[in-house]
């Protein structure tokens, strides 16, 4: 069974930075596609970027593409979210997600993801 753990949400100014961390146990991360998807009150659950498994491929959303950078450190098991330049619409919580997929492949819809994380909560005030 795999355990996600997200950590290092909270609050952050605009134009801050945050890196959110995402430990997974259980299993290996390089067995896994992975992502890191937010939801905002009211709103649907969005992506924000995800990484292939092995690691070669990411996609980011269009708005956080020049903003947030995903990373992942295969000694740690882990898989970071830097967040920099944060805007009150970034103000979510975030959650990782892991699916095991075929190598190569990204997954971008949260439908197909099976194992989740609790979720971080990221607020910047406006």
């Known amino acids: 069974q795999v355990h996600l753990i997200e950590s290092g949400g909270g609050l952050a100014q605009a134009g801050g930075s945050l890196r959110l961390s995402c430990e997974v146990s259980?299993?290996?991360?390089?067995?896994?596609?992975m992502g890191w998807f937010r939801q905002a009150p009211g709103k649907a659950r969005e992506l924000v970027a995800a990484i292939s498994r092995g690691g070669l491929r990411t996609t980011y959303a269009e708005a956080e593409k020049d903003r947030f950078s995903l990373s992942m450190d295969s000694a740690e098991n882990t898989m970071y979210l830097q967040m920099t330049d944060l805007k009150s619409e970034d103000t979510a919580i975030y959650y990782c997600?892991?699916?095991?997929?075929?190598?190569?492949?990204?997954?971008?819809?949260?439908?197909?993801?099976?194992?989740w994380g609790q979720g971080t909560q990221v607020t910047v005030p406006s």
């Open positions: 997600a892991a699916v095991r997929v075929n190598v190569g492949r990204v997954v971008e819809r949260s439908s197909e993801y099976e194992y």
């Open positions: 259980g299993d290996t991360f390089t067995n896994y596609a």
